[in-house]
């Protein structure tokens, strides 16, 4: 039996060397097919591992509170383009008036609110850092140990800010990846000093570097950690401003704080600096599920704390990421769709060369059905050639799609990502396409008459 196999297999495979140049193109629609699949699944993967790792850096169920930010009367505005609602908000806000975004709200967060799990408030200024005459301009932050738990920062080496440090204000900072290349390339940092500004920190240790594109931290509004200064939150407010305490500078709006021998360019804007004691509150909630409702109530108590002025903007990172796979799944889905419809197409090519073919050779199929061959036989016959035009099609394609996602990531910037499941599929429904549109061309070559068949010219 398998001997009789094996020679139904050699006549299939000698047909299709046969005509080559008609097999290729036969097998066009297949080959381009699968290799869209292949291209367009590496997609995907590519995209949802950016998600991920987006997510990832944006923290777990973290949500974001920001001070909203108005523009001075006297600077230059934009109120042609602002909507009616924003003008009326600030109607409705005018005469009154809010302390801000405080340590105070976050402290209250994190007290009042059972589903919140950690809250960091940051400060952030602008500064030079300087150390053996390298000069490096850069943010530096004060923030409180919890901020790298809710943004997944790990220390390469060193230690975390301790208590005392926290509480004291002492003058120690955590540095970058970034920060330490430049400053220290030849040794360790740890122990070392740096001058941010005019203000001496100790460095204690040094964060792992993590790959942050720099389009999604604009579109998130997210640092880059690798190029930071992190100091103990105390420490910014003790050694170089408490924003809540009024000066000469806050009272004109300058945005430059000179101190004695410390001087700072503030984040914030005009007379917004002496407004908001922290730039931002970093909120972690304990389950996803629990985010809307806590998004909720974060307005509701920040509003009743601002005397009732909406002067804050809250963000949730990861439902805009959530947003932004569903949109991609959708787009990656209606790119699927298409390359399944060119493995269609392939298919149909295949049945209809299949029952040329078949038109062609019935002189063939009678002298076979003449010496013993039986109507089973004839249709494995025509089955097996149109299954290798399809299998070596899929095997050519899934070349193809290889070569054409590296071409992708080569040139487009895009990530791509190919997986052994979508060579698989692929492979599976181009074989399934040539079983499935050869059996009718088959099954018409096994039913001819052989007599007729004989008599054909």
Same mark, same amino acid.
């Given at each position: 039996?398998?001997?009789? $196999?094996?020679?139904?297999?050699?006549?299939?495979?000698?047909?299709?060397?046969?005509?080559?140049?008609?097999?290729?193109? #036969?097998?066009?629609?297949?080959?381009?097919?699968?290799?869209?699949?292949?291209?367009?699944?590496?997609? &995907?993967? &590519?995209?949802?591992?950016?998600?991920?790792?987006?997510?990832?850096?944006?923290?777990?169920?973290?949500?974001?509170?920001?001070?909203?930010?108005?523009?001075?009367?006297?600077?230059?505005?934009?109120? !042609?383009?602002?909507?009616?609602?924003?003008?009326?908000?600030?109607?409705?806000?005018?005469?009154?008036?809010?302390?801000?975004?405080?340590?105070?709200?976050?402290?209250?967060?994190?007290?009042?609110?059972? #589903?919140?799990?950690?809250?960091?408030?940051?400060?952030?200024?602008?500064?030079?850092?300087?150390?053996?005459?390298?000069?490096y301009t850069t943010k530096i932050s004060g923030v409180t140990p919890d901020f790298f738990e809710l943004f997944n920062?790990?220390? /390469?080496? &060193?230690?975390?800010?301790?208590?005392?440090?926290?509480?004291?204000?002492?003058?120690v900072c955590i540095i970058g990846s970034t920060i330490q290349s430049k400053f220290f390339p030849n040794g360790s940092?740890?122990?070392?000093?740096?001058?941010?500004?005019?203000?001496?920190?100790?460095?204690?240790?040094?964060?792992?570097?993590?790959?942050?594109?720099?389009?999604?931290?604009?579109?998130?509004?997210?640092?880059? $950690?690798?190029?930071?200064?992190?100091?103990?939150?105390?420490?910014?407010?003790?050694?170089?401003?408490?924003?809540?305490?009024?000066?000469?500078?806050?009272?004109?709006?300058?945005?430059?704080?000179?101190?004695?021998?410390?001087?700072?360019? !503030?984040?914030?804007?005009?007379?917004?600096?002496?407004?908001? /004691?922290?730039?931002?509150?970093?909120?972690?909630?304990?389950?996803?599920?629990?985010?809307?409702? #806590?998004?909720?109530?974060?307005?509701?108590?920040?509003?009743?704390?601002?005397?009732?002025?909406?002067?804050?903007?809250?963000?949730?990172?990861?439902?805009?990421?959530?947003?932004?796979?569903?949109?991609?799944?959708?787009?990656?889905?209606?790119?699927?769709?298409?390359?399944?419809?060119?493995?269609?197409?392939?298919?149909?090519?295949?049945?209809?060369?299949?029952?040329?073919?078949?038109?062609?050779?019935?002189?063939?199929?009678?002298?076979?059905?003449?010496?013993?061959?039986?109507?089973?036989?004839?249709?494995?016959?025509?089955?097996?050639?149109?299954?290798?035009?399809?299998?070596?099609?899929?095997?050519?394609?899934?070349?193809?799609?290889?070569?054409?996602s590296k071409i992708i990531m080569q040139f487009t910037s895009i990530l791509t990502i190919i997986s052994p499941v979508?060579?698989?599929?692929?492979? &599976?429904?181009?074989?399934?396409?040539?079983?499935?549109?050869? $059996?009718?061309?088959?099954?018409?070559?096994?039913?001819?008459?052989?007599?007729?068949?004989?008599?054909?010219?």
């Amino acid at each position: 039996m398998f001997e009789r $196999y094996q020679y139904i297999f050699n006549i299939a495979l000698e047909a299709v060397f046969l005509n080559k140049f008609r097999s290729m193109l #036969t097998a066009l629609g297949i080959i381009f097919g699968v290799a869209a699949v292949i291209a367009m699944m590496a997609i &995907g993967n &590519g995209a949802q591992k950016e998600i991920l790792d987006q997510m990832k850096l944006v923290g777990v169920n973290n949500i974001i509170i920001t001070p909203k930010i108005e523009k001075n009367k006297g600077s230059s505005t934009q109120g !042609s383009d602002q909507s009616t609602s924003q003008t009326s908000s600030n109607d409705k806000n005018k005469g009154k008036f809010s302390p801000g975004l405080s340590l105070k709200d976050a402290e209250s967060i994190r007290f009042m609110i059972p #589903t919140v799990q950690k809250v960091s408030p940051v400060v952030i200024y602008e500064a030079d850092v300087i150390r053996e005459a390298v000069r490096y301009t850069t943010k530096i932050s004060g923030v409180t140990p919890d901020f790298f738990e809710l943004f997944n920062i790990d220390l /390469q080496q &060193g230690d975390m800010f301790n208590t005392e440090q926290l509480r004291e204000g002492k003058a120690v900072c955590i540095i970058g990846s970034t920060i330490q290349s430049k400053f220290f390339p030849n040794g360790s940092a740890i122990g070392q000093e740096i001058k941010c500004g005019r203000l001496w920190l100790k460095v204690i240790g040094v964060l792992r570097k993590k790959e942050v594109n720099q389009s999604t931290m604009e579109n998130l509004g997210i640092s880059d $950690y690798n190029n930071s200064v992190f100091a103990p939150i105390q420490t910014l407010m003790r050694r170089v401003k408490d924003r809540t305490m009024v000066t000469s500078a806050s009272l004109h709006g300058s945005s430059i704080m000179d101190f004695g021998d410390m001087v700072f360019m !503030s984040s914030q804007e005009g007379d917004e600096l002496s407004k908001n /004691q922290v730039d931002k509150i970093v909120v972690q909630v304990k389950q996803s599920s629990q985010i809307n409702p #806590t998004t909720d109530l974060l307005k509701r108590m920040l509003l009743r704390r601002h005397q009732k002025m909406e002067d804050f903007e809250i963000k949730v990172p990861e439902l805009l990421l959530k947003q932004e796979q569903r949109t991609k799944d959708i787009f990656n889905i209606v790119l699927g769709c298409i390359a399944g419809i060119s493995l269609l197409v392939g298919g149909i090519g295949i049945m209809n060369i299949m029952l040329a073919s078949v038109m062609e050779r019935i002189k063939e199929i009678g002298i076979r059905r003449a010496i013993g061959a039986t109507k089973r036989d004839i249709t494995l016959q025509f089955l097996m050639e149109a299954t290798l035009l399809s299998i070596s099609g899929g095997l050519i394609g899934i070349v193809l799609g290889i070569i054409f996602s590296k071409i992708i990531m080569q040139f487009t910037s895009i990530l791509t990502i190919i997986s052994p499941v979508s060579i698989i599929i692929s492979f &599976g429904v181009s074989a399934s396409v040539g079983i499935i549109f050869g $059996y009718m061309p088959a099954k018409r070559a096994s039913v001819a008459d052989p007599v007729e068949s004989l008599r054909h010219e």
